[in-house]
């Protein structure tokens, strides 16, 4: 297969190279994040294909480098914007769940609670101090795609709050998460 690639022209070869290996390293990066996140089936997967692609694209770029050095470049040009293009990519797929801690004034705890228990999402609350007022902690966890808007409706509220978002990994029971 590696040789049939080398009989294109140049500028075609070093595009397919170019693109073909962004894809590969966007696949790698989706991967590694599935895995982390306890998908190791569907990482698995994914890595089958990766490979696939990584050998294809090696041997083709290997053929006559000494000839043509420039696939070299093509190739490390690619791996580069692969790895930006895959972390956009991976960050729009919001895969995952992300534990969201929000302190805020005891005075609008229920109302924001009461939001984001009609957004579906299960909330903890619990009393808290702080330096000078009572605070109340709000914990949840939600889908990582879900993050941006809960955060927006918890900032809606105004007041001087302090959010924190942690990744998880699977969170098993508890209200509106998947994993029972």
Known sequence: ????????????????????????????????????????????????????????LTATVLVDVTEDPLKVVVYALAFAFGNYFGSIFESRLGLGTVKIEAVVPKSKGKAISVALRNMGFGVTATDAYGRDERREILYMHVPRRKMEKTVRVIKSFEGKMMITINETKPVYGGHGILRK
Not at 19 to 48: D, H, L, N, P, Y
């Open 1 to 56: 297969m590696s040789d049939y690639l080398a009989e294109f022209p140049s500028v075609l070869l070093y595009l397919i190279i170019f693109i073909v290996k962004i894809i590969e390293v966007a696949m790698a990066t989706v991967r590694i994040v599935m895995i982390t996140k306890g998908e190791k089936i569907k990482g698995s997967i994914i890595g089958f294909f990766e490979v696939l692609i990584w050998v294809v």
